[in-house]
Structures are given as C-alpha cells and as structure tokens.
C-alpha cells in the first residue's frame, strides 16, 4: 500500500534550516506528482510546493525564495529545504500525493520556529 514517512522536523530559531524528508513506497514514485503541505494549528491545511514528475516545481507565495522542493525517484523520496525560517512557518508539514481520486497524506513532521 501507499506509504510517506516524513522526517526532518524540529526546533529552529528564526532565520535558521531545516531538511524535510518524505520517504515513499508502495506505488511508483517517478510517476507521481508530489506536495507538501502544512497545518498551522487550527488553520486549514496549506499548499506549500508541489513538483511534477518532470521535476517542475510551483511554491506558495510566501515561501518563494526560501524553500526548495526536490525529489529522487530512484531513491524515492522527496524534500523540502526550508531556508530563513520564519515564527509564521510553524506548522506540521506533510507529504502528499493522489492516486486517481484518493490523496495520501504522510503522518506529518512538526516544524517550529522559535528563539
């Protein structure tokens, strides 16, 4: 079955990096068009970047600039190097994708941005 397992997350002063990582299995990875997402508490769920199976990338806004999407399908996995960190991006990240009409959604990774 369709599996993401984010990693990365942690505690960082503002200004500072973090590596997201998202580790895919179950379906062929290449062939997907790939998203994180975030969810300030309380807040919706917000698109954050997505790349294609091409390697084209689209970010929010307020992210441009700051984070980068990647992935590696031989290695099947995807990142999200997030760079001067703001209190604003503090959020559970998740990893994302869509089979046909069903989305799959990561357990998430807790991001918190704070001196």
């Known amino acids: 079955q369709v599996q993401l397992v984010e990693s990365g997350g942690g505690l960082v002063q503002p200004w500072g990096s973090l590596r997201l990582s998202c580790e895919a299995s179950?379906?062929?990875?290449?062939?997907?068009?790939m998203n994180w997402y975030r969810q300030v508490q309380g807040k919706e769920l917000e698109l954050v970047a997505g790349?294609?199976?091409?390697?084209?990338?689209n970010y929010e806004d307020c992210v441009k600039g700051r984070f980068t999407i990647s992935r590696d399908n031989a290695k099947t996995t995807l990142w999200l190097q997030t760079n001067s960190l703001k209190p604003e991006d503090t959020a559970v990240y998740y990893c994302?994708?869509?089979?046909?009409?069903?989305?799959?959604w990561g357990q998430g990774t807790q991001v918190t941005v704070s001196s």
């Open positions: 994302h994708t869509r089979w046909g009409f069903s989305p799959y």
């Open positions: 179950g379906f062929i990875f290449g062939s997907f068009h």
């Open positions: 790349i294609d199976r091409d390697g084209r990338t």
